[in-house]
Each structure stands twice: as C-alpha cells, then as structure tokens.
C-alpha cells in the first residue's frame, strides 16, 4: 500500500484479476453477485471511499484488496488494486476476536 511502503500490511483479497468489482451500501459484489462475508459479522462496513457505486475490473496480474476492519482500512478502496507480486505471505492464525482465536483453514475455490 502506498502509505508506507516498507511496512507490511494485513489485508484480505476480495477480487482476482479479470473480475468485475463493486461495492454498494458496505456490500461487496464480485461479477454481480453479492460477496458473503461472515468473519465481518458485526463489524462496521461503511466507508467514504473513492470507489463508491462505480465498478472496476481488476487487471491481469493485480488483485483487490479490503481490510476486515472496513469503516478504518487504508486499502484498495483507496489506492487501487495491488500488484500479484506484492503478496508476500499468507495469514495462518486469528487472534481477534478471542472467540475466534485459531488457526485458519486454506480456503478452495472452483475453477
């Protein structure tokens, strides 16, 4: 993310490239369809961002990136979609809320 560049940032991958993106109302939609997002249960998802009711494919090579802490995040709302390239590492354990203390599961998607 362009706000410190040498720093690492957290952030989960909500869009890959070549799918059509937009939010609307806090909700995510991936090629029209609305995004399930149980872990944001309870957690504010409005924000002022430049995104707003517009929508975007992701290009070749890049992937949308959101924060779970979605009113707070400086993400790819609001500096755009991240090179592949940037990802250095993947999240393998939650530590917030500690009800949800664990390891994470690697999660499969149809192709």
């Known amino acids: 993310p362009p706000v410190d560049r040498g720093k690492p940032y957290i952030k989960r991958v909500i869009g890959l490239p070549g799918e059509r993106l937009s939010i609307h109302d806090g909700a995510v939609y991936i090629n029209g369809q609305r995004l399930e997002e149980p872990y944001l249960h309870g957690v504010s998802t409005s924000w002022a961002g430049t995104l707003g009711q517009q929508e975007i494919t992701i290009p070749d090579g890049q992937v949308y990136v959101l924060g779970d802490n979605r009113a707070n995040s ?38």
């Open 74 to 111: 400086s993400d790819s709302r609001a500096f755009g979609p991240i090179a592949i390239d940037q990802i250095i590492g993947r999240a393998w354990i939650a530590y917030w809320p500690g009800d949800d203390i664990g390891i994470l599961s690697t999660p499969s998607y149809p192709r």
